[in-house]
């Protein structure tokens, strides 16, 4: 089997891919630019897959977060209930652990959701990660999703995150957006893929 490269050899300057990707389709893109949201529209594909490159906040200290709309865009505040917990290690080594975070998992609540918290915004810090959103267009069943973050937080942490969840709603999820609790979100890019 031959190997293919991409030519512009960097995952968040993907434009098309010279390879098949199976049921795997490349969607869209957004590169952040002191932008205060990134919104995509969603359609009929079984999952959605998002890939997150050097998310890089204005504001320390905050958290990058996701909500969606089911009317196409015009409110966000579908009702969910997450879990979330991470594993973290400090720069110097004197702290490390891992535990289920109460203070950021979610129970039937309408806010914004955690991906990453307390992302910092020193030039040697922010996240990455990827998000899987599941079968957004039903109108029978409620729609899970899962996250895997890793980030380089305000206090010279690293966060490996995990959050997973569902929205509790019948409708069909239209709109996706992504924020921080506060301030914009300096640079990073986010690509979105569908998977049939």
């Keep these: 089997m031959a190997l293919t490269k991409l030519n512009n050899k960097a995952v968040a300057n993907v434009t098309t891919l010279p390879v098949s990707l199976g049921d795997m389709v490349f969607i869209s893109s957004a590169t952040a630019s002191s932008s205060a949201s990134i919104e995509f529209s969603l359609g009929n594909y079984k999952e959605y897959v998002f890939y997150f490159v050097n998310m890089h906040p204005q504001s320390d200290n905050y958290h990058f977060q996701f909500q969606t709309s089911i009317d196409n865009g015009s409110t966000y505040g579908v009702t969910a209930t997450t879990t979330y917990f991470q594993a973290y290690h400090r720069e110097d080594g004197g702290v490390s652990g891992f535990g289920y975070n109460t203070v950021n998992d979610k129970a039937q609540s309408t806010n914004f959701l955690d991906l990453q918290v307390q992302v910092g915004n020193g030039n040697d810090e922010g996240t990455s990660g990827i998000l899987h959103l599941f079968n957004p267009s039903s109108q029978t069943y409620v729609k899970h999703f899962m996250s895997d973050f890793s980030g380089h937080l305000y206090n010279d ?25 506060s301030g914009n979100i300096d640079a990073g890019k986010i690509l979105m893929f569908g998977v049939n």
Excluded: E, R, V, W
């Design 157 to 181: 942490y690293n966060f490996h995150t995990f959050t997973a969840g569902y929205f509790n709603d019948t409708n069909d999820l239209t709109n996706i957006k992504f924020q921080q609790s």
